[in-house]
């Protein structure tokens, strides 16, 4: 919920971050919710699961979703360039999720996206090209 709650909020008005504390929130290792820290291998390990759990695929069907909502109504304007970002980050993730097998194409969709630089606003740089090619 807050993913969604978030990408909707960023769409019609400013986020900034506070720099204060507001909650109490500490992680430990028995934590089951809250970010991990993941050493080389942990990466790797994480990287496969969302290449097989079609991960890519899930995240433009759910900003697909959130600009569907967004379009349809009128309560709230939309700040300007929200909709092709968005857009742009949907095509980015559906290209993830469908990449060609090895080959010319493959590498032409990856390189396409680098130099667009989506793979640096839409994912985590230079991690995501090497999980494209190397760990599919």
């Known amino acids: 919920h ?6 909707l909020l960023a769409c019609v008005g400013r986020i900034v971050p506070v720099e204060e504390p507001l ?21 790797i390990r994480m ?21 569907e909502r967004l379009q349809a109504q009128s309560a709230w304007k939309l700040l300007p360039g ?13 290209l993830r999720d469908e990449l060609p097998g090895w080959g010319r194409g493959r590498w ?14 839409f994912s985590y740089g230079f991690k995501s090209v090497l999980q494209d090619i190397f760990l599919r």
Do not use: C
């Open 2 to 7: 807050d993913v969604w709650i978030t990408l």
């Open 23 to 43: 909650v109490s929130y500490r992680l430990h290792a028995g934590n089951t919710v809250g970010m991990k820290r993941y050493d080389l291998l942990g990466q």
């Open 47 to 67: 990287a496969r699961w969302q290449l097989g759990s079609g991960q890519f695929g899930q995240l433009a069907k759910l900003h697909q979703a959130a600009l």
């Open 82 to 94: 929200v909709v092709p970002l968005l857009e742009e980050k949907i095509r980015h993730s559906r």
């Open 108 to 121: 032409r969709a990856i390189a396409s996206q680098w130099r667009a630089g989506n793979y640096a606003r």
